[in-house]
């Protein structure tokens, strides 16, 4: 299993009979011992964050050993994290609703050729060498363009050393893993981070992330070639969730089917894994559906939550935009025109009636069956999986249905 992209400002809550888990930067498939877990070149990873994930794991009896990141992966330093939190702020009201984890700053020195890989944590010299150019610049950008405090050279070169000391086992070249995973044909699960709206050239820029969260982002952040991919499973909600800032055609403001929908004082309610912050919440948006689904070469669903919409009286499906008196096939990439289009809605009578206890996709109420047939017939891909509750145990596996 390889994570190939984002950094700590992702999370993924697991459940499984060990407990609960909210993890950020080690692949799901950590709690399978027969599973190897990659970290891939893609990924940013604060080092401190994951050591934590790491301990973490270790204090509830999951084995980390077969763990392996990539040399290739960047590490978010502390400027990253610093310069992350300044620029958010001094962006005022435009704010772009980041983590303040540093994601950002660190893709932006990668693409500047300035940023420092995991494989520098483990050769003194070499670390010394780079951080010593690179903080000389970020401390002049604290202090004369910010007003805050510089970092210490000495402080920060034995903090991200002993970094290093600590996960030398398991940083390595995991290129080679990899490629003989491929010549045995050993199934290979590559997991994202962000969803693909959020994706730096296709979603709604600037509120994206810094990284390709997609497939092809996949396929560069794991490197394994987009000819070996058989199959792109897209994950949907049963309705639309944002987090942060940015356009949202389809949100609910308030009301009680916005209170439904975030399923407030649950365990599973809408609030970020990463962040705590409640999530924005809408009907489900097939224009952005559909359109996530082309970008990425989607050919299977997996639809989560359904239960959440057991007690709604009707839901709405959004199958169009209306710009002035045009109609929009896809979302137009200026984010100031997509604040701009009214959603068409298409109105589905709800079920009313409990799903979390249904194993077989045929035994769902009808009307929840016309509506997931309806989200597959919109976006354009087969349906895989329904998941009707947190527990592994309500997934509903449903790939021959259509």
Known sequence: MVRYGGGNNAGHTVVNHLGTFKLHLIPSGIFDPATVNVIGSGVVISPEGLLQELEDLKSRGVSTSKLFISERAHVIMPYHIMLDRLQEEARGDDKIGTTGRGI????ADKMNRSGIRMADLLHEETLLNRLRSVLEEKNRLLTKLYGAKPLSLHDTYLRYLDFGHKLADHITDTHPIIMRALEKDMPILLEGAQGSLLDVDYGTYPYVTSSPPGAAGACQGSGI??????SVIGVYKAYTTRVGQGPFPTEIIEGPDADGLRQIGKPWAEVGTTTGRLRRVGWFDAVMARYAAQINGIDTLAITKLDVLDELPSIKICTGYKLHDA???????????????????EEMPGWMSPTSEVRRFQDLPEAAQAYVARICQLVGARLGIISVGPDREQTIIASEVF
């Open 327 to 345: 109609m929009l096939e896809y979302p137009p990439a200026t984010t100031a025109v997509l604040d701009q289009v009214e959603p068409v809605y």
């Open 225 to 230: 070639g987009p000819t070996r991919i058989d």
């Open 104 to 107: 950002g700053p660190a893709y």
